[in-house]
């Protein structure tokens, strides 16, 4: 029995040791700078994604896949996944491209829904994602805003 007790607070001990030893980082900074149009297939429409990752800590962030869920006007429109590995330099950025599908089922839900609403603009969107760095570096991120569309350019001479 003193073993055990012995074991188990040496356990505890490491995992508080590991906990200290992890870096305490401020969350990336993730925002929607693109989409483009991707060649579909059948009863889906796929779109490349781009966002622009900002890292605001002093250690460089490793990733070895990217997966994204897009949400539009509360309801779930597109999802995607990518292979792709890199780094994002202590404070630094760049841009990933994401291909997302969007199921013919989220068109028409969505198209629904528009046909409720007078406007295109001022859509909430949700972005939720992460960036896969293994077991203990995995980055959940979540951006979150309103679409607008360009409209006509009125200036005065």
């Known amino acids: ?3 055990l007790h012995a074991m188990i607070l040496t356990t505890l001990l490491l995992a ?32 490349a994604v781009k966002i622009r990752v900002q ?5 460089n962030i490793n990733y070895n896949g990217v997966a994204l869920d897009l949400d539009i006007n509360g309801q779930p429109f597109a999802s995607g996944v990518s ?4 780094s994002v330099a202590r404070y630094s950025e760049t841009v990933l491209s994401v291909p997302v599908s969007v199921s013919a ?3 028409l839900r969505q ?15 949700v972005l939720r994602g992460k960036l896969a760095g293994g077991l203990f570096g995995t ?14 350019v009125t200036g005065s001479r």
Do not use: H
């Not at 401020?26 to 925002?31: A, E, F, K």
């Not at 292979?83 to 890199?86: E, L, Q, V």
């Not at 629904?112 to 969107?125: D, E, I, K, R």
């Not at 980055?139 to 006509?152: A, I, M, N, T, Y």
């Open 55 to 59: 890292n605001p800590n002093g250690t």
């Open 16 to 47: 508080l040791s590991a906990c200290a030893v992890y870096p305490n980082n401020d969350p990336l900074n993730i925002n929607v700078v693109g989409i483009q149009p991707l060649q579909s297939q059948d009863m889906e429409v796929r779109f």
């Open 1 to 3: 029995m003193r073993n």
């Open 139 to 152: 980055r959940r991120f979540v951006d979150s805003g309103k679409l607008s569309f360009p409209g006509p």
């Open 105 to 107: 089922f989220s068109v």
């Open 111 to 125: 198209t629904w829904g528009l046909s409720q609403m007078q406007t295109l603009n001022n859509m909430p969107y």
């Open 83 to 86: 292979d792709a590995s890199g």
